[in-house]
């Protein structure tokens, strides 16, 4: 059985290793350079003499302006290969089975075809999280410095950018593997339940893309309960003050802890209110310094929650568990499937 | 020993039952045809057998054993499918390869001796195989697995004349030659009257008749005689068809008595006008003695 299925998947592996070895030597290249350019760019002493921000600006906007696409372009390529295995491995994995109706000739060979399926999603499926894992660790080591680089270069009054950001969070580390997992097995079990190729690849791309917006957006924040914290706010890091009802005025500011994921943050008075009183020197006449300085006196708090950068690769885990979770229940329903119900 | 054994067999597939209340048993050392008109239930007959579908109710045995349910099973049986499916891109050798490496009991010469045989080049792939020679080759892998019974479903019914004459023969030598069993289906009994010594007739998903062939042509007569009514027989005579003229009476019959009654002409009945006779009854016939279809000729 596994030669039969190494036969009928040799041209696929054939093609992942090229494509593997043409982005190793791609990254391999240009990934020297941008660690040379960390290298001399002062970040890894910066601390000790409190420019971290100027020298990791300095260094992004060198690696944006050298290597800009190829990092964008790897975050992209990072989900388009899961995506790319579940629609061109696992769909057609049995659907085309169906389709040209050779499963008969499969299964009538002194193999069951329970053992059929078993050797093919476990020998395609671990290629696919290979597959996965290496160009990750690459597309990783490669951006490592700029990830590296980029909660330094956060101001106070920048969007933290790093590397828990949702479009980085599923590009890096070890999540990849557990979505390659996932979309195979989604594959073949749209192809299973759909038994016909085509319509199994359209539904394999659509479930994949949904399950990771649902991840990311609703599903990821929650994996840990957040940290809570109550910080003095910097009159310096206010970004808006906006009329609230009965009077008052409800005031947004940044906050940044370096390499953390930003879940909420509120302004709240020192008695608590979430606003403040209105006042003259906040008036659309007035100035924004008048302003400030009035709110400066309020001693005013921000209360956020957020998940600390330490807790990166905890989440980096659990989020590659799930998905390997989910491909596991997946792979039974098509055993279950394959061997009570009626495929032709 | 029985090769298929069952039992009040029936599949559903949702509204439709394919196959209804199917109990045979079908004794080691034939050649079986499997006859009936498209879409009777053959190829859920034969599926059932292979163990591809499960039964909605009933039980099949296949040489004594639950279909397809181990690998030393699927070993003994043989299945040459509908339209002979093979893997376009995988070359002549790759299947004999995918045979040996499937089979435990995988006879690589007889594979080799075949294919040089058939003159077919072991490099070409099977998508560029003419329908003849794929029907060949998978007639060659399940063969070469060496099974107690070899199952083929409609395998020459896509054959130029030609090509079925080779495929049929090819099989006539390996069984002559080997201890197996054969079913295969076909909606022509033409395909079959050569090659088969047992019949099995399935119409409307029911099974019309079953029996050794010798038996069934010894079994029914065709009588002819002055116009009477077909009540009015004796009553271990099941009347498979009945045909009135104004003045004559035609009754194909099948008993195992004799026929003493002088006021019948007795002439005995072909294999395919016997199984035409079956396939022209009527969908849902009472079991035991049979209202026929009136037929006017």
Known sequence: MIWLTWRQFRGQAWLACAALAVAAAALAVTGLHLAHLYDISGIATCHAHGICQTVANTFIDQAGAAYGVLFYGGIAVMYAVPAIIGVFWGAPLVSREIEAGTFRLAWNQSVTRTRWLAVKLALIGLAAMATAGLLSLMISWWASPIDQALPLAAGPNDHAVNRFTPLLFGAHGITPIGYAAFAFTLGVTAGVLIRRTLPAMATTLAVFAGALVTMSLWIRPHLITPLRATLALNPANINGVANASGGRLKITAFVNIPGAWMLSNQTITASGHTSVPATQACSPSGSFQTCNAYLGTLHLRQLVTYQPASRYWTFQWYEMAIFLALALALAGACFWRVRHGRLS | ?297
């Open chain 2, 1 to 297: 020993m029985t090769v298929l054994e069952s039992r009040g067999l029936g599949k559903r597939y949702r509204p439709r039952w394919a196959l209804t209340d199917c109990t045979l048993s079908v004794p080691a050392g034939h050649v079986v045809g499997l006859v009936g008109p498209n879409g009777a239930g053959k190829t859920t007959l034969l599926h059932l057998a292979t163990g591809l579908l499960a039964p909605t109710t009933g039980t099949i045995e296949v040489l004594g054993g639950e279909p397809a349910a181990s690998p030393a099973q699927l070993a003994r049986v043989g299945f040459v499918a509908q339209d002979t499916p093979t893997y376009a891109g995988l070359s002549v050798a790759d299947h004999l390869r995918l045979g040996a490496h499937l089979n435990r009991g995988w006879d690589a010469r007889v594979a080799r001796d075949r294919i040089d045989r058939l003159g077919l080049d072991p490099g070409q792939r099977a998508g560029k195989l003419s329908g003849g020679q794929r029907a060949q080759l998978a007639l060659t892998l399940a063969i070469a697995k060496r099974p107690e019974l070899l199952i083929l479903d409609e395998p020459i019914a896509s054959l130029d004349p030609l090509a079925r004459r080779e495929f049929l023969q090819s099989l006539m030598e390996f069984t002559a030659g080997n201890q197996v069993s054969v079913i295969m289906s076909s909606h022509l009994m033409a395909d079959l009257e050569r090659v088969c010594d047992y019949l099995i007739v399935l119409v409307a998903s029911r099974v019309r008749v079953a029996g050794e062939i010798g038996d069934l042509l010894a079994t029914h007569h065709l009588l002819t005689g002055a116009r009477r009514d077909a009540a009015a027989v004796p009553p271990d005579w099941q009347i498979i068809s009945a045909s009135h003229t104004d003045w004559r009476t035609t009754l194909l019959v099948r008993t195992s008595s004799p026929i003493d009654d002088p006021a019948w002409t007795v002439a005995e009945i072909g294999l395919e006008d016997l199984v035409l006779a079956y396939m022209s009854q009527a969908a849902d016939p009472a079991p035991g003695r049979t209202p026929a279809l009136e037929v006017q000729r």
